[in-house]
């Protein structure tokens, strides 16, 4: 067992004996590569629209909690592996646990993702992960609201790739950003640590 396996089973089996708050909170954040903010920041109302081409408010993420990335659907890397983990990751959890998380890309390259394109490209990865587009400036507004910078490309004809940031932004259900999960993903880390601090509504 490697030396990080061993530190996320001890953090495992401190859960069941000892009451999560008294846990070592940093250890647990660090073992998820989880960065909370020292205070809840506000989103602005954007519009956008979703994968089934209905209007789509920021308002909207109020009452659940998101993990919000921007991304395209014609990212070679990057994009897919971020998707394959979260799919990964919400199998380890608690049913419970699970339907109180929505998984959102929001596209980083309007040009080519339509609704319907980011509906079909979600659904090879899970039926129930959301789809964002919407004007280039909405998006803009919403990638530096939730501190995830992309940049948009120069050129939208032929194959063109855009550059975006690799992190989560974790949304709370008062709709307020609170932290951001980190590429490279721990996802033994984050199964332990995000059923914790959703119970301790952070």
């Known amino acids: 067992m490697s030396i990080t396996a061993l530190r996320v089973a001890l953090l495992a089996a401190l859960l069941l004996v000892t009451p999560a708050f008294a846990l070592d909170r940093n250890a647990l954040l660090d073992e998820a590569n989880l960065l909370l903010l020292p205070r809840e920041r506000p989103l602005p109302s954007l519009q956008l629209t979703d994968q089934n081409g209905r209007p789509f408010s920021t308002d909207a993420l109020r009452g659940r909690w998101h993990m919000l990335f921007f991304g ?8 897919p592996t971020t998707l394959s983990d979260m799919r990964r990751l919400l199998g380890k959890m608690d049913p419970k646990v699970r339907e109180q998380i929505q998984l959102v890309l929001v596209t980083a390259d309007p040009a080519r993702d339509s609704p319907e394109q980011l509906k079909s490209y979600l659904s090879y990865y899970r039926a129930e992960f959301k789809g964002l587009t919407g004007e280039l400036s909405e998006l803009k507004a919403l990638s530096q609201a939730l501190g995830l910078p992309f940049v948009p490309a120069s050129e939208t004809e032929g194959d063109y790739s855009v550059s975006h940031s690799a992190n989560i932004a974790l949304i709370a259900p008062d709709g307020s950003l609170r932290g951001h999960i980190r590429a490279p ?5 984050l199964a332990l640590a995000l059923p914790t601090l959703l119970t301790e509504q952070l």
């Not at 395209?72 to 994009?79: G, K, L, V, Y």
């Not at 993903?185 to 880390?189: R, S």
Request: proline share 8%; charged share 25%.
């Open 72 to 79: 395209f659907t014609a990212c070679p890397d990057i994009c």
């Open 185 to 189: 993903f721990k996802l033994d880390g």
